[in-house]
């Protein structure tokens, strides 16, 4: 296979050994590796180099992986991230996630892992971006006024939906959250519980009055009286008026 057929890619690793051996399979794969063993090397080669992917160790001597990925943000919005950690830690993993990286993986990690894991991460880089991905590259680089103004329209849009009479319903990570809907909806479905509330209240205050009557009150009394052979009769005479 052709030297760097499959991309370049700049590995940061501060061990020499590890860096070593990552190099080489990447290599023997099919991709044009370059390597540094410090964040500042790192940059300097972004600066001057266009990379496909960048795979970083986290725990670096100048700075940590995660601030070495936002400064190469600053000059290449493009570039694919694998993140390496010593140990799994979920709340890097997200932090990491944020920030784009394609993918973070925890120390041993195997070569055929890595190589797949690189794999993958060019198939990703090459495949044509949406617009709605564009728009978060953008976010990463200095056009942060064309990107509010696409949030901007894009809100807008949702707005004129609801308050068409239509539903917005607001997900993250693919599961629903939130839903937006105009006023009017709104104020008929808060009011419903209280209407369904206000017509039992009715139904209660109404059959309150009547149990309190002279005659409610006599009938209950004789009731409360009555013989166990009296209050059977009384049963058998209602049941064969409701049959």
Do not use: C
Request: aromatic fraction near 4%; glycine fraction near 6%.
């Amino acid at each position: 296979m052709n030297p760097g057929k499959k991309g370049r890619v700049l590995i940061v690793e501060h061990n020499p050994s590890i860096l070593h051996s990552y190099s080489h399979q990447l290599t023997e794969a099919g991709f044009a590796v370059s390597q540094a063993s410090e964040a500042a090397d790192a940059l300097r080669q972004v600066q001057s180099n266009d990379f496909d992917l960048l795979i970083t160790g986290f725990k670096l001597p100048q700075m940590d992986g995660l601030t070495l990925l936002r400064r190469v943000r600053e000059h290449s919005s493009n570039v694919q991230f694998v993140l390496v950690l010593e140990a799994v830690n979920n709340q890097i993993a997200v932090q990491a996630a944020e920030l784009g990286v394609f993918h973070s993986l925890v120390k041993p990690i195997k070569l055929d892992i890595l190589e797949k894991t690189a794999t993958l991460a060019m198939r990703f880089h090459r495949q044509p971006t949406s617009p709605w991905t564009q728009t978060l590259r953008r976010a990463h680089s200095k056009e942060t006024s064309i990107t509010a103004t696409e949030a901007k329209n894009e809100f807008g849009r949702m707005l004129e939906k609801a308050m068409s009479g239509g539903v917005v319903v607001i997900t993250k990570h693919d599961a629903p959250k939130a839903v937006l809907i105009s006023m009017d909806e709104f104020t008929t479905l808060s009011n419903a519980p209280e209407l369904k509330i206000n017509a039992l209240s009715a139904e209660f205050d109404s059959l309150l009055t009547q149990m309190q009557g002279p005659g409610a009150r006599a009938s209950m009394e004789a009731a409360f009286h009555a013989s166990p052979q009296r209050l059977g009769k009384a049963a058998v005479v209602a049941a064969r008026k409701r049959g």
